[in-house]
């Protein structure tokens, strides 16, 4: 078994900065690719940031230069630092890792739970 948990979302002003981090735990060999997705209200899920095992990271051309991914391979951990946030950034945001797992041989997709962002004044 594996699972993500998220946590530092939260209510924040417009143009006030927040951090997100994801925590991984279980039966875990190794940890590929991982990622931020969000989901605003009436929206499809969307990819925000990506980061793969060796560092090279992907963003979305919205979040360019405000967001930075990173992670802590040897903690299984993820973060997200969000900058400069504006209403639009409102969502709920999903932490993905691709594992592969003690219990199978291939690589699984594994999804957390959300966490909320409301970006208001």
């Known amino acids: 078994q594996v699972q993500l948990v998220e946590s530092g979302g939260g209510l924040v002003q417009p143009r006030g900065s927040l951090r997100l981090s994801c925590a991984a735990a279980?039966?875990?060999?190794?940890?590929?690719?991982m990622a931020w997705y969000r989901q605003a209200p009436g929206e499809q899920r969307e990819l925000v940031a990506r980061?793969?095992?060796?560092?090279?990271?992907e963003y979305a051309d919205s979040v360019k230069g405000r967001f930075t991914i990173s992670r802590v391979n040897a903690e299984n951990t993820l973060y997200l630092q969000m900058n400069s946030l504006e209403p639009e950034d409102t969502a709920v945001y999903y932490c993905?890792?691709?594992?592969?797992?003690?219990?199978?041989?291939?690589?699984?997709?594994?999804w957390g739970q959300g966490t909320q962002v409301t970006v208001s004044s």
């Open positions: 993905n890792a691709d594992i592969r797992t003690t219990i199978l041989p291939n690589t699984l997709s594994f």
């Open positions: 279980g039966s875990i060999v190794r940890i590929n690719a």
């Open positions: 980061i793969t095992a060796g560092g090279t990271t």
